[in-house]
């Protein structure tokens, strides 16, 4: 037996753990953490060490299919690339090129490269039709940093951080960007050896909420007004960076005169949390040397996402939570570009009403992209610009968009539907051509991706300059045809004689001047390899690529470089007082959420587990289970109901309705109802005692939908639940 150990990483979320590959005569056996390598201290979790059996397990694609009259047959990959520029072809010939749309969903995450070189190929077909599945994450993040401005120093190093408030997010699980995810629970361990205050808002008695100094077990969809409830304390009480406020920002008084409804005795009512929670945590934060705040899925799915994230800046910016001039700099970057920080900002700037415009609920482009909630009704709706041909890599569809049964629809109706992945997913199954990519132990790659999505909010990134790089590890089961992501789009581009025009840019607004990269690619040329693709990225890196090479286990570049004060005759200032933000909080006040329909008195909210990543794998037993996502419950509420854990409920929200088998957890909010997303089927085929069932179903795109990002309500869903019923 010829077994060898090689050092790696794992790319299946964002927290890229270094990773130790047991290859045995060319197939990857066994995934374990690597313990040599700094940060993670050997972290590796379920769905990493099931690396193997994504890369080796039945459900595997090894070849492109394409649907015929008796259902899918395999077909060579250069002829499904051929049919697939044919039919493109004929289509914009017809249609225009806006009827081509690309989706890039979480699978083509990984490599930068992939996704820039897939936006580089519609933009050489021309068509601007491009969306991703950012946009029906957390999209308001960007939108926040728009209106308030952005620091460009950053915040302070993460170990100097005295608290940390985490809103409706649960690092343990997700490890989210927003919170460092090199080994969550380590770093929650460490914060609590070093006194360090963490303070959670979750309905749930989260794997992280446990660890929590305070943790306010609020209703859902009341962070805004938790947030402007902690920020009217800090002010009234004084307890705001005065200094810091007066040399940075502007509109304190009208920020003052917002929050001035949201009385602590008013928040505490309306959230259902104690009112010494709330002025205990307002003091901490405020009192902090060094303090964060980052915001989840959990309100960003509540509506008011964008308001909530808005509020979040304010509270961290009276704070003034922010890196000084002198300090030594956070995030000076790796692989990417070094860079000069002045300890000012860059002013807000407009983020929104870019081309191209969608036709439907007046959307269109923003910093955010164009929403994909939109993309089933641009599908749908008849006329000039409608979209006929999807093409979908990495993602899913009919798992992950809001309102399932108009994305089923949606999809039925296009003239051509492509899809990318590595399994015979609910959107595969609807496909026209299912094409297979390489996985990850087959691809070389760095730890680009999460270095570079500190540009994509303020508490995000590595929380040191740590960065790393693997060669790809095994080749490809032998009689598989697979390709790499972006060869796909080198194919198409290569056949319908376009070029690929692709540009990243990071950061938003001002800041995306700073480092950014422009390739054009002529498909008519020689096709570069990806090692050459992730040069290309990395040009101009602060560390040079081949110096990164030569730590097998990855290595934190430390840097002595100092924020610089600010510029001489600058007087740009952080935006408290956005009036579009405002006029939202005061909407907010209006809106009192407690009027809960007196039918549909349950909240059903989003949840993440250990062994399940969105959609992915859910054909690979060790990770699936059963393959149910349960709806998680109260005991008391379930006993109210008479409903005993096991028994399939029928949830019912004002849009759809769907079943679920109930289990009973003590950890929540009474009222609420906790479940996982991207399971269950595809309408018609629904087996929830199987499969589990889709939540999306219960959404309507045009629920509480934000103006500029498009994002509906995908949380706090008002639902009724039905008692048991007889399926089997
Ligand atoms: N109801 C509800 N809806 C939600 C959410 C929720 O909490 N509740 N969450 C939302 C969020 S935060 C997100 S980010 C979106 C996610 O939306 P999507 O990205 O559309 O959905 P995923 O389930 O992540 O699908 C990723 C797909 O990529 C495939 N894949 C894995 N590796 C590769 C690869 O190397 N190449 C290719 N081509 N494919 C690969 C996987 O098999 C999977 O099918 O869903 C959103 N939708
Ligand atoms: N293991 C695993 N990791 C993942 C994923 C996965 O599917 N599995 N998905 C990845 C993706 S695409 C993303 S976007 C990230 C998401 O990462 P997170 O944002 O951390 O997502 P969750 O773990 O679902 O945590 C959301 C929390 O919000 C709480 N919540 C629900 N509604 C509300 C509300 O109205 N207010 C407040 N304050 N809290 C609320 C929920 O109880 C839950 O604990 O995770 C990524 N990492
Ligand atoms: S947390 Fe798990 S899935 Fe995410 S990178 Fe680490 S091992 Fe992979
Ligand atoms: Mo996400």
Redesign the pocket.
């Known amino acids: 037996m010829n077994a060898q150990v090689h050092p790696s990483i794992c790319r ?1 979320c964002t927290a890229y753990c270094p990773i130790q590959v047991t290859v045995e005569n060319g197939r990857a056996t066994k995934v374990t953490g690597n313990p040599r390598a700094p940060l993670y201290g050997g972290y590796s979790c379920p769905k990493g060490r099931a690396l193997p059996e ?1 890369h080796y397990g039945e459900q595997r694609l090894l070849h492109s299919l394409k649907r015929g009259p008796d259902g899918f047959g395999t077909i060579p990959s250069e002829r499904a690339m051929d049919e697939v520029a044919d039919r493109l072809k004929a289509i914009i010939a017809e249609h225009g090129p806006r009827s081509v749309a690309l ?9 930068v490269a ?1 996704t820039a070189i897939a936006a580089g190929w519609l933009n050489g077909i021309g068509s601007s039709m491009f969306f ?3 946009s ?3 999209p308001g993040i960007l939108i926040a940093l728009a209106h308030h401005g952005m620091w460009q120093a950053g915040q302070p190093h993460f170990d100097t951080a005295d608290a940390w408030l985490l809103v409706g997010i649960n690092p343990v699980i997700s490890k989210s960007p927003g919170f460092p995810g090199q080994n969550p629970g380590r770093v929650l361990k460490d914060m609590e050896k070093a006194r360090a205050k963490l303070i959670v808002i979750d309905p749930r008695v989260t794997e992280t909420a446990k660890r929590a100094h305070i943790h306010m077990q609020a209703r859902p969809g009341e962070d805004a007004a938790i947030l402007a409830g902690m920020i009217r304390i800090i002010l009234s009480e004084g307890l705001d960076d005065s200094d810091f406020v007066a040399a940075n920002t502007q509109g304190v008084a009208a920020l003052r005169d917002a929050v001035e409804p949201f009385t602590t005795e008013y928040v505490a009512r309306r959230a259902d949390i104690a009112e010494d929670d709330l002025l205990a945590a307002a003091r901490i934060f405020a009192g902090a040397g060094n303090a964060g705040v980052s915001c989840g ?1 959990g309100p ?2 509540a509506t008011h996402s964008t308001l909530t994230e808005y509020l979040a800046l304010c509270l961290a910016s009276i704070c003034g939570h922010w890196a000084r001039a002198g300090e030594l700099l956070a995030k000076p970057n790796v692989l990417l570009p070094g860079y000069e920080a002045r300890a000012q900002p860059w002013p807000p700037f407009q983020a929104w009403g870019f081309e191209p415009r969608l036709r439907v609920r007046g959307l269109g482009g923003c910093a955010s992209g164009l929403s ?1 909630a939109a993309l089933a009704d641009e599908i749908l709706l008849p006329g000039a610009g409608q979209v006929k041909a999807l093409i ?6 009919m ?4 309102d399932q049964k108009r994305a089923f629809a949606a999809l039925k109706t296009l003239d051509l539907l492509v ?5 015979m ?1 609910a ?2 199954e609807l496909s026209d051509y299912v ?1 297979a ?4 132990l087959e ?1 070389p790659m760095t730890t680009y991706m999460p270095e570079s999505v500190k540009y994509y909010g303020t508490t995000r990134g590595f929380p040191s300059p740590y960065a790393a790089y693997t060669p790809a590890l095994v080749e490809p089961p032998t009689g598989s045809d697979v390709m790499e ?1 972006w060869e796909f789009f080198w194919g198409l581009a290569q056949r319908m004689g376009s070029r690929i025009d692709a540009t990243i840019r990071y950061g938003n607004g001002p800041q995306a001047e700073a480092p950014s990269m422009t390739f054009t690619l002529d498909p008519a040329g020689r096709k570069p390899t990806t090692d050459e693709l992730i040069e290309l990225s990395c040009k101009g890196s602060r560390i040079p690529l081949d110096r990164v090479k030569q730590y097998p286990d990855g290595h934190v570049f430390e840097s002595d470089q100092r924020v610089l004060p600010r510029a001489a005759g600058n007087d740009d200032r952080l935006e408290l007082a956005a009036p579009p933000m405002l006029e939202e909080l005061a909407q907010l006040w209006a809106e009192d959420n407690r009027a809960i329909e007196a039918d549909y008195p349950f909240r059903l909210l ?3 587990t250990n062994t399940i ?6 054909r690979i037993g060790r990770l699936a289970g059963n393959g149910v996502n349960p709806a998680h419950m109260h005991p008391d509420d379930l006993a109210s109901l008479a409903i005993a854990e096991g028994d399939c409920v029928t949830i019912r929200s004002l849009h759809g309705e769907i079943q679920a088998i109930v289990a009973a957890e003590s950890a929540l909010r009474r009222g609420t109802i906790s ?4 399971f269950g089927a595809n309408p018609g085929s629904d087996d929830p005692l199987h499969l589990g069932a ?3 179903r ?2 309507s795109v045009e629920d509480g939908y934000d103006p500029v990002t498009g994002l509906p309500r ?2 706090n869903i008002a639902v009724q639940i039905l008692p048991a019923n007889a399926i089997s």
């Not at 990519?437 to 990850?440: D, G, N, S, V």
């Not at 990543?613 to 859910?618: A, C, H, M, Q, T």
């Not at 479940?675 to 991207?678: K, L």
């Open positions: 299946l994504q989706y890039v969903g979480m699978g083509l995450v990984p490599f992939s991703t599945a950012g029906i994450d957390k899925t960003s799915f994909a979908v890599a990495g993602g899913n569809p798992m992950a968009w809001p899809t990318m992945d590595t399994e997913t959107t595969a094409i990519p390489r996985l990850t691809t992501d989003p949840r993440r990543l969105n959609s992915f794998g859910r479940m996982a997303h991207g889709n939540t999306g219960l959404i995908m949380g």
